[in-house]
């Protein structure tokens, strides 16, 4: 068995040195790999809202039912400006206790049950965005008073996108090349592509504390969004 070892060990050694296309595994060609980027920007076309209606009482029934009314309000004045049910959402109701905490006269602080605030928050899609500012003023006048957030998208991106996606893959053919000819080689067929395509996420642009006797509209620019593709590209060496 001992003299059985060298004779295995050199075996494997021998094996672990032919080369891959002997092992029957797949030979590693020369390659160039390259990575391009495109970007193309679009004007948004919709804007997204999120704002609360937020009421104090001293009963949790009392400030819910003073919530819903403010709500219902505010509800019924952005279907009547043309906005659908389909983009209307609840996003969250919470129903909160309300303390004091004084100091007796014993120095030490307490816990006093005050009341009750219950708050509504409501996502909004505005599909004209001119619309946008005077939507959170008319808002604003109607019992909104927390939140004010703001984002802007694009409904339909897919120009947008295979426009970048063009431009990228003709970037990254251009870098080939170059490096092909910095380093005396001829450029050969496409090997392998890969894609990543970076959708903007909703960029915040507003959020604050509005108030109810905010009566100006409110100046709202919704800018651009960007949509960027990377592709990483390998081409092969000529031989």
Known sequence: MSRALPFLAASILAVALLPAAAQGLPEQKPRISVTGEGEESLRPDMALLSFSVMRQAETAREALSANNEAMAQVIAALKADGVDDRDLQTAGIQINPRYDYPTGPDGRQRQELTGYEVSNTLTVRVRDVQKTGAILDKVVSLGVNQGGGISFTNTDPAAAIEAARREAVENAIAKARTLAQAAGVELGPIMEIFEMTSRP???????????????????????????????TMSFAIAQ
């Open 201 to 231: 996420h909703p960029m915040p642009q507003m959020a604050m504390k509005v108030r109810a006797e905010a009566a100006d509209t409110v100046p709202v620019e919704a800018g651009e969004n960007s949509y960027r593709v990377e592709v």
